[in-house]
């Protein structure tokens, strides 16, 4: 068949094509096990991020730049774990491996997305961090509402940008058969390996864009890490240093798993050619940060501690008002 026709037939019928995506296992005794542990991890991903959001937004202590830029993330991890997750526990319960081209573009769109705005916004609160420890006087003057506010709607508007340039460049490939996809949602390069036309393009834009996005808020990190540490370990007492270093120690953590997790996952897919072990790989960089960042935040950051006993407190008492006035409209009905 020629692949003029079947580029045709895909731009009129993509609500019908189907694509194969093989998920972590082959094995039906693993599947319910897989499910369970998938549905955990979204729902405490869910939930924690959740939590992070609801403390920051509710307490006006913690209506900082860096608490503005921790809520976003956490914003963030909820919809990039949404993009995927779901969609693999639903396939699962269905015992149906299947996803409609349009799904599987709309993944392949919000993936990158969410993927390079998380990028942008640990780059971003490095260098909160480093205006407030090495220019701690000009900090409110720097970092004020409006450059963050700017800094969110830029890092947004480029990474859609990025994401809607992959993912028009898609629908103009032709597929053929064999549509079979070695992970658990719809990754852009697994993809284009599915094309029966050119992808040279494709992958130029892929790699040449991924360098520039990457490369950029990286360096951002390391300059404002590295001049961070220049100035802390100027600092005479132990103390002064500790108190430093502590306010940093949640946000390194996180940019070490986010990175970490992703080069692993890069190194990992040169030196294997098993399509399990990759699908395997890919989900420490896709699920188990989005999960694990509320954790290190709320474990080793006293003001969100605060935050959430704070929030919670106040639902308690909410709460405790509801029924009071429940039991009162009771009482006034029955005499």
């Known amino acids: ?86 969609k693999m526990l639903v396939n699962i319960q269905k015992q149906n491996q299947s996803i409609t081209y349009t799904e599987c573009l709309y993944q392949i769109f919000f993936v990158l997305v969410f993927g390079t705005f998380e990028n942008f916004l640990l780059a971003a609160m490095s260098y909160d961090r480093y205006v407030a420890i090495c220019h701690p006087l000009r900090y409110t003057a720097i970092m004020n509402p409006c450059f963050c506010g700017l800094v969110i709607l830029l890092s947004l508007f480029v990474s859609v940008a990025d994401s809607l340039i992959h993912s028009l460049m898609v629908l103009h490939l032709s597929f053929c058969t064999d549509l079979k996809i070695p992970h658990f949602f719809c990754e852009l390069a697994q993809v284009l390996k599915l094309s029966c036309s050119s992808t040279l393009i494709n992958n130029i834009l892929l790699y040449f864009l991924a360098c520039i996005l990457l490369a950029i808020p990286l360096s951002g990190i390391i300059f404002s890490y590295t001049q961070l540490v220049s100035t802390v370990l100027k600092i005479p007492s132990a103390g002064g240093k500790y108190k430093a270093f502590s306010t940093c120690g949640s946000h390194l953590l996180v940019i070490l798993l986010f990175y970490g997790t992703s080069t692993g996952v890069y190194i990992s897919s040169i030196f294997t050619h098993s399509s399990t072990k990759t699908a395997v790989a890919s989900v420490m960089y896709i699920v188990v940060p989005q999960m694990l960042n509320p954790f290190i935040y709320s474990l080793r950051n006293r003001d969100i501690k605060m935050g959430l006993r704070k929030f919670i407190g106040k639902m308690s008492s909410f709460h405790y008002c509801v029924i009071c006035d429940n039991s009162k409209i009771v009482k006034i009905h029955h005499s």
């Open 1 to 86: 068949m020629p692949a003029s026709f079947i580029n045709t037939e895909l731009r009129n019928e993509t609500d019908t094509l189907k694509l194969i995506l093989l998920g972590l296992t082959d094995d039906p005794e693993l599947k319910p096990v897989i499910f369970h542990l998938f549905l955990i991890v979204y729902l405490v991903t869910v939930l924690g991020n959740l939590l992070i959001i609801l403390a920051v937004s509710s307490d006006s202590h913690l209506h900082t730049p860096m608490y503005f830029f921790l809520s976003n993330l956490s914003f963030t991890d909820i919809c990039l774990s949404t993009t995927t997750i779901p």
